[in-house]
């Protein structure tokens, strides 16, 4: 079971679907975004960046999309693989904050066989 | 491997000891970064280095808190006087300069903490 303090919002998906993760921000001053991937035991790891002159970027599998009027992040998972599984976070850079990103609270994604 | 290294992985210590925790950054990141990051939150930023100079600390980092990159290269993190609250995964990451802002940062796989 979970641990006592790990209230993650957990996405579902069945293996093969696509998995659409959320984010809301708040500052509206940030100008660059990334998500990153983390698995159990492990650091988080880089899977796309969009800065804010954009509204979608696609790599390997994976598209984020920008919403800056709504501020709203999302991360898009075509064919989810079970070594998708993982806790995913996103993150920005406030223009006013220099060089430091600051991390939203995760989404736990589980994929199904 | 030439990413980004932590060490150790697991330190175990008792309330009031002090410990530190080491960073290899990778070799060319003049920008080395710590973060603190507890179960079921996201990284949160305690302090930042380009080069060897420390530009930003967190309010996080307390007084028993000090970093340290003496040569530019790899860092260290210290807590003196360790307190339960202090039991966190603590993350290295480091990151080119180049571009505005923080561009991509490369994480290392973190060293938790449990004081007892």
């Known amino acids: 079971g979970e641990s006592v303090g790990l209230h993650l919002p957990t996405l579902s998906v069945q293996e093969g679907d696509n998995s659409i993760i959320n984010c809301a921000y708040s500052?509206?001053?940030?100008?660059?975004f990334i998500w990153y991937k983390q698995e159990s035991g492990k650091g988080p790891q880089f899977i796309i960046d969009?800065?804010?002159?954009?509204d979608k970027r696609q790599g390997q599998r994976v598209t984020v999309l920008l919403n800056k009027t709504v501020k709203h992040l999302s991360l898009q998972i075509a064919a989810t693989q079970p070594g998708d599984s993982a806790v995913y976070f996103c993150?920005?850079?406030?223009?006013?904050?220099?060089?430091?990103?600051?991390f939203g609270g995760g989404t736990r994604v589980l994929v199904k066989p | 491997d030439t990413g980004v290294s932590q060490d150790p992985r697991h330190k175990i210590t008792k309330r009031g000891q002090n410990v530190t925790f080491r960073c290899d950054p990778i070799?060319?990141?003049?920008?080395l970064y710590w973060y603190r990051q507890t179960l079921g939150q996201g990284p949160e930023f305690l302090t930042y280095?380009?080069?060897?100079?420390?530009?930003?600390k967190s309010r996080l980092l307390s007084d028993r808190f000090s970093a340290e990159r003496p040569k530019g290269s790899f860092s260290t993190l210290e807590i003196q006087r360790t307190e339960q609250g202090d039991s966190a995964m603590y993350l290295c990451?480091?990151?080119?300069?180049?571009?505005?802002?923080?561009?991509?940062?490369?994480f290392g796989e973190g060293s938790r903490l449990t004081v007892l």
């Open positions: 990451a480091s990151s080119l300069s180049g571009r505005r802002g923080a561009g991509e940062l490369f």
């Open positions: 500052n509206s001053a940030s100008d660059y």
């Open positions: 969009i800065r804010s002159n954009m």
């Open positions: 993150a920005e850079n406030p223009q006013a904050a220099g060089n430091k990103l600051t």
């Open positions: 070799s060319e990141h003049n920008r």
């Open positions: 280095f380009q080069n060897e100079a420390q530009l930003e």
